[in-house]
């Protein structure tokens, strides 16, 4: 009864052992995540400069016009009508 006892511990081990190695070999298989855009985009805290009064502020806080960043809208309207 003993040695029943010991080898049912070793099969469970044995299975923990294949069980786990099963999901490094799944997890290598696994095609590495696609690399980082090479293309960087805006990041949302860099400064722009307004197109009418050359006024810096923060790309998030802009307002986009045709032409450029601009600190408002009124600035937007003055400059592109
Ligand atoms: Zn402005």
Redesign the pocket.
């Known amino acids: 009864m003993k040695y029943l006892l010991v080898l049912a511990v070793l099969l469970v081990a044995v299975q923990v052992w294949r069980h786990k190695r099963g999901a490094e070999v799944r997890a290598q298989d696994r095609p590495a995540p696609p690399p980082p855009s090479t293309r960087t985009p805006v990041p949302p805290n860099a400064m722009v400069t ?1 197109r ?4 810096h502020l923060p790309h998030s806080e802009a307002v986009r016009g045709a032409l450029g960043p ?3 809208e009124e ?1 937007r309207r003055l400059a592109e009508g």
């Open positions: 307004c009418h009064c050359g006024l601009y600190c408002g600035h």
